[in-house]
């Protein structure tokens, strides 16, 4: 989104302000799909659960990866219109729970939906035989995250030389696995993590159909990149590589999901805040603004990721710190931004923010989470 409609909203609606742009959400859907033809998208909530974007992916015949009943009823307001059977279509074939770690709430509610979650452990296997017998399972295998900017293996994920011992597992408490799931790590820009991941699960189906196990699905997870920088690998090139292993393991009956999330939403979020405060420190310019790390630059500390500010006005910059509003010496969202010199009630703005900034924001310190405005829906 340009910068004239930036500072045009924030002047309309006051700041903090979000903005979300729905025709960047279709595009980078549209994007996704043309480089991974075989791979049905279930986009990841946990990204950004906005239901304006939900909505908005369920529209284009998205599916979802939800990991907590808050988010799988944010999907299910989408299709609660629909007929019984279509709504019950619609969760087997378009929603996967995958949080491998449930609670026992959570299996009760989500039983009668018979739905595909995922696990991988034993003590897993006994409880959703237990509380969600009617529910299809999909194992989470632990894979290579090197190189990932949010690595997710130390947490989740079975080894695979214990992969099918768990298949036959849940086969003995009379549970159906349809397949495997892996998680190469938030921004991956690794693309060994894929090719290892693809080669250890090919393996696992191997040795599951010769333990007479037929798996019928391959989850290969999120972390697909968002291009925030010209340091990211083209994501041509990485689906081109990730599509020819797939190709040539996989045959065409095995159906192949992928649960992008950044990906689709990074670049259609913009933050705007407004200069609050100004001061020299440390024979620094230091800014600081209505937004922080505890609002929608949370993904600084919860994310690793780093967000740039920029300013409407030219003029010759100096590198400066920009601060939150609130008490807390961590509220930094920046110690080294290249910025003119900028007057109090000066606006700031920062590009490809869509992911985890605004799922994470908090209403720390007395300071609520910026006012969310969606465009070109």
């Known amino acids: 989104m340009n910068a004239k409609t930036l500072l045009s909203l924030a002047k309309k609606h006051g700041t903090p302000l979000f903005v979300v742009d729905h025709a960047e959400l279709r595009k980078n859907y549209a994007l996704f799909r043309k480089h991974f033809p075989r791979v049905q998208v279930y986009y990841a909530v946990k990204v950004n659960s906005d239901p304006a974007i939900v909505k908005t992916f369920y529209e284009l015949g998205g599916s979802f990866d939800v990991a907590s009943m808050q988010e799988f009823h944010t999907v299910y307001a989408n299709i609660a219109r629909l007929p019984a059977k279509a709504r019950q279509d619609f969760i087997w074939d378009k929603i996967i729970y995958a949080n491998p770690i449930k609670p026992v709430e959570t299996l009760h509610e989500l039983d009668p939906y018979k739905p595909l979650v995922t696990f991988d452990n034993e003590e897993e296997v006994k409880k959703i035989a237990k509380h969600a017998p009617h529910a299809g399972l999909a194992l989470r295998l632990r894979v290579p995250n090197t190189g990932s900017m949010v690595e997710l293996s130390s947490k989740f994920g079975a080894l695979p030389g214990e992969a099918v011992d768990l298949i036959r597992c849940a086969h003995d408490h009379d549970l159906v696995v349809e397949g495997l799931s892996f998680h190469v790590g938030s921004q991956c820009t690794n693309p060994q993590n894929f090719i290892q991941a693809i080669h250890l699960s090919a393996g696992i189906f191997a040795e599951a159909k010769s333990r007479g196990f037929d798996l019928k699905l391959l989850d290969i997870g999120g972390g697909f990149p968002a291009a925030y920088d010209a340091t990211v690998p083209k994501f041509s090139a990485l689906a081109k590589k990730i599509n020819h292993e797939l190709d040539r393991l996989f045959p065409r009956?095995?159906?192949?999901?992928?649960?992008?999330?950044?990906?689709?939403?990074?670049?259609?979020?913009?933050?705007?805040?407004?200069?609050?405060?100004?001061?020299?420190?440390?024979?620094?310019?230091?800014?600081?603004?209505?937004?922080?790390?505890?609002?929608?630059?949370?993904?600084?500390?919860?994310?690793?990721?780093?967000?740039?500010?920029?300013?409407?006005?030219?003029?010759?910059?100096?590198?400066?710190?920009?601060?939150?509003?609130?008490?807390?010496?961590?509220?930094?969202?920046?110690?080294?931004?290249?910025?003119?010199?900028?007057?109090?009630?000066?606006?700031?703005?920062?590009?490809?923010?869509?992911?985890?900034?605004?799922?994470?924001?908090?209403?720390?310190?007395?300071?609520?989470?910026?006012?969310?405005?969606?465009?070109n829906e």
């Open 253 to 375: 009956e095995i159906e192949i999901l992928a649960e992008p999330g950044r990906f689709l939403v990074a670049s259609a979020g913009s933050a705007v805040s407004k200069i609050i405060g100004k001061a020299f420190r440390n024979e620094k310019l230091c800014y600081y603004v209505d937004d922080g790390v505890y609002h929608t630059y949370s993904g600084v500390i919860f994310d690793h990721c780093t967000y740039h500010m920029k300013s409407f006005k030219k003029g010759p910059t100096q590198i400066c710190a920009v601060f939150g509003p609130t008490c807390d010496a961590l509220d930094t969202i920046s110690l080294a931004e290249q910025l003119p010199e900028l007057e109090i009630g000066d606006y700031l703005y920062s590009e490809n923010i869509g992911a985890y900034s605004a799922a994470s924001s908090t209403h720390f310190n007395g300071f609520p989470p910026a006012q969310v405005i969606h465009v």
